[in-house]
């Protein structure tokens, strides 16, 4: 990485201070990288713009002098997506932190994309209301990441996603311009839905400034209970049966034992660790209807030999059981020196052969695996505990993940369910597209940034 021109430089402290401009070392260092194992790129320059004119600026600078521009939030991204590219600027959004209004009256949050999505909902929950996306990183994650990679979380079964819930976004376009999309009307349909073409577009698109979310009451009770199995299919086959008898609970998530036991061994929760399976399931809503939903999951769980059923006595050990379950990368990611967490999904009812198949295939390969995920939207983490610095092992690990992915496709699947294509799966991405929707993503792409400035070789080269 050569040494950054000190023009630039100098325009860059103009723009946003002479303290928000980082390029030694010591400073940079944290930004070479997000959350996804064994990728890292060279950073030559930090800027963390203080408000959207900042960011248009520095955009302007950019395409000037030709130079490319990779945004972040937290980093905490898990397809590679905030990985610097070489000589690019990295624009990091984290001081634009500000929950800036709660608009009890049209249900909306308005917020700067780098407020913390846990802020969010805290701030949601000061008016009674509540923003459901949750993904495990909420205490960490900022929201313009959340819509950039369209982020899931555990209460994706009942509430959807990060997209269900943006009304409008400001993003600042590939050659400066500011752009407002959406409003406060719960109905709009004048023009093409643009925004829509922002959510997911993982920084390849436009740099998104402020969200406008939104939010919904708080429900009033909330039920969380354990059922662990001797055999992964009694549990697979226990979410199909509370989704027939029609009941849609908040949270539906699986954690096989490698995982089941490494999580306790960190949070201490008393978690069952001689279940092959468990599921942890959260039911929300009117308390009436939250008691006769638990009562008939648990009923469930039981019909398809659940080894126990276990409900938390108190809101405490609730918020202790969804901690746990929240904990269970960082849990694994002690096992070995690298960790690497994928998301392949299929639909709900393939999810038996999927874990089975994953199965196969890491004994087949000689390779570590632990699964647990969001079982209630077929979304399953197969996380590979590995050596980055074992090459022999690293091939290994490579032929497992693309037998994987290509059993997902095969399935119906999608090689991502909510961490994104970035870097990671990018070489995967044309065997689930194809050609022609390929095409389609490279020429709006062309159109929205015909000089290739933002977030260049992600999703695709
Ligand atoms: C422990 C852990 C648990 C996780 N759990 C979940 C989960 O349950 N569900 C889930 O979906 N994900 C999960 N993730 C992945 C990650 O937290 C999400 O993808 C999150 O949305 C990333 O937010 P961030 O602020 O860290 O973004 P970053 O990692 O900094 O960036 C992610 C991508 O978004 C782009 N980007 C960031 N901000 C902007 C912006 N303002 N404008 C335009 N582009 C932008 C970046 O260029 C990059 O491509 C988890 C990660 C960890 C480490």
Do not use: W
């Not at 008016?127 to 900022?142: A, N």
């Not at 970035?422 to 490279?442: N, S, W």
Request: charge should be negative.
């Amino acid at each position: 990485m050569g040494a950054v021109d000190p023009a630039l430089l100098a325009r860059l402290r103009e723009i946003a201070g002479e303290a928000q401009v980082l390029t030694a070392p010591e400073d940079t260092i944290p930004y070479g990288f997000d959350g996804t194992a064994a990728l890292k790129g060279p950073v030559g320059v930090v800027v963390l713009p203080g408000s959207t004119e900042e960011v248009a600026q520095v955009v302007r600078l950019a395409g000037e002098r030709g130079l490319t521009v990779v945004t972040r939030g937290s980093g905490t991204g898990l397809s590679g997506g905030s990985v610097p590219s070489e000589g690019c600027i990295v624009l990091c959004l984290t001081r634009l932190d500000k929950v800036l209004e709660v608009d009890a009256a049209n249900l909306t949050v308005r917020a700067q994309a780098g407020a913390i999505t846990a802020a969010v909902d805290a701030a949601a929950a000061r008016h009674g209301l509540f923003y459901p996306p949750d993904p495990g990183s909420m205490k960490i994650s900022t929201i313009g990441g959340n819509v950039a990679e369209n982020s899931g979380g555990l209460r994706g079964l009942k509430y959807g996603v990060t997209r269900d819930y943006v009304m409008g976004l400001e993003v600042v376009l590939p050659d400066g311009r500011v752009a407002r999309f959406g409003n406060a009307c719960v109905k709009d349909v004048a023009g093409y839905s643009m925004k829509d073409l922002f959510i997911g577009s993982e920084g390849t698109l436009g740099i998104i400034t402020e969200v406008l979310l939104k939010v919904l009451p708080r429900p009033a009770a909330r039920r969380t209970m354990l059922a662990s199995y001797d055999r992964m299919e009694d549990a697979a086959q226990t979410v199909s049966d509370i989704i027939a008898a029609k009941i849609i609970p908040c949270t539906l998530e699986f954690l096989d034992q490698r995982t089941l036991r490494c999580v306790e061994a960190f949070a201490k929760v008393g978690l069952p660790t001689e279940a092959e399976a468990l599921l942890l399931i959260e039911t929300d809503g009117h308390p009436a209807a939250v008691a006769d939903e638990a009562e008939r999951i648990e009923q469930i769980c039981r019909a398809q030999s659940a080894l126990a059923v276990r409900r938390a006595a108190s809101a405490d050990e609730a918020t202790r059981l969804a901690t746990a379950r929240r904990s269970a990368f960082s849990a694994l990611a002690r096992l070995r020196p690298t960790t690497i967490l994928e998301d392949a999904t299929v639909p709900r009812s393939e999810l038996a052969k999927m874990i089975r198949f994953i199965n196969e295939t890491a004994a087949r390969h000689q390779v570590e695996v632990a699964t647990f995920g969001h079982f209630g939207d077929g979304n399953l983490h197969p996380t590979f505990l590995t050596d980055e610095r074992n090459q022999e092992e690293m091939h290994r690990v490579e032929a497992a993940m693309k037998e994987i992915f290509d059993y997902a496709l095969s399935l119906g699947g999608t090689l991502t369910g909510e961490h994104g294509v970035g870097l990671a799966k990018k070489a995967f991405l044309p065997r689930q597209l194809g050609d022609p929707t390929l095409e389609l993503l490279r020429a709006i792409k062309r159109t929205l940034d015909p000089d290739g400035l933002l977030n260049p070789g992600k999703i695709f080269d």
